[in-house]
């Protein structure tokens, strides 16, 4: 079974996306990030481009980490007035989401901004985004969701992280969201979480994503004994699993962006690791890419 270690946050400073490169080019194991790209420097993007100038383009996907929380958009802040604060920054995770629940977001701007990050992606990278997933779990929210598929055939997008085996309550509660706020907002919409591209794609979009999850609940804490217990019993023929992670090297100008520090440094630490590499390979885990759900997927379900 493959599994995708995916590297999120490739972009929020230049340390971490430092670290995320190293360990692509000196580990076996990490081989999948996703970019914040209003946050992207030019000092990450060149580190980016050089690392992936003699690769197989099918060996290493980088995608598109969709913000919504953190730093500024990339439309002008008239266009998206209803997700920004005053000052033209993005709302803080908390209000966006209970804007979002109470019906009070301008779901045209989410479109707008997420076109906006994908062609932004596409013109600084020289190709569109190898998969799709989102700062926060916020694609995984029914409206959100919605704005963002009908970009997928503009850009030809086909595969993005949706989180098997949670609810979308789960989701936003394991972030501190709270349960009477967000549980109303998912019954409403009455779609679990893996079949939301169907009820709201076209007719003619596929969505390819993994076939199961890791990493909710063990940031920070990732280790060969942590891998091993989270992954029992999932190995099969199935497609793919995911195992969303966040190393870096943590900085002054990373203090100022998150709240998630010294776990960063400690999922580096142990993606580098030689232990991690082999209990991966004696569970029966191949590392890969997301593009290696480009096998017939329907076959495998």
């Known amino acids: 079974m ?41 000092k990450a993007l060149t580190a980016a481009l050089e690392f992936l100038r003699h690769k197989n383009e099918k060996e290493y996907s980088f995608g598109l980490h969709f913000n919504l929380t953190c730093g500024r958009p990339v439309l002008p802040q008239p266009k998206v007035a209803s997700l920004v604060e005053t000052d033209g920054t993005f709302l803080k995770f908390e209000r966006i989401v209970k804007k979002i629940t109470e019906n009070r977001v301008v779901l045209s701007e989410i479109e707008a901004e997420f076109f906006a990050q994908a062609e932004k992606f596409t013109k600084m990278f020289g190709f569109p985004p190898s998969h799709v997933d989102s700062h926060k779990h916020m694609h995984c929210l029914p409206g959100v969701m919605n704005c963002i598929l009908k970009s997928f055939v503009a850009f030809g997008l086909e595969r993005m992280r949706l989180p098997a085996g949670f609810s979308g309550t789960e989701l936003f509660t394991s972030q501190g969201i709270p349960t009477g706020e967000i549980t109303p907002y998912f019954e409403k919409f009455d779609c679990p979480l893996d ?20 990493g909710t609940y063990t940031v920070g804490k990732l280790s060969p004994e942590v891998f ?9 023929s199935k497609i ?11 900085d002054d100008f990373l ?17 580098g690791s030689a232990e991690l590499k082999r209990k991966a390979a004696e569970l029966g885990f191949v590392p890969a890419s997301f593009f290696s759900l480009d096998i017939d997927q329907d076959e495998a379900r």
């Open 228 to 236: 091993a217990k989270e992954t029992d019993g999932h190995v099969s």
């Open 255 to 271: 203090r100022k962006k998150s709240g998630l520090l010294e776990p960063r440094e400690a999922e580096r630490d142990a993606l």
């Open 195 to 214: 079949s939301m591209p169907e009820k709201f794609g076209i007719a003619r979009l596929k969505v390819r994503r993994p076939s199961a999850f890791f």
């Open 2 to 42: 493959n599994i995708i270690f995916n590297a999120d946050d490739f972009g929020i400073t230049d340390p971490v996306s430092a670290s995320i490169i190293e360990l692509m080019e000196r580990t076996a194991l990490l081989k999948s990030t996703t970019v914040m790209i209003n946050l992207l420097s030019d």
């Open 240 to 250: 793919a699993a995911e195992y969303m992670c966040h190393p870096g090297t943590v």
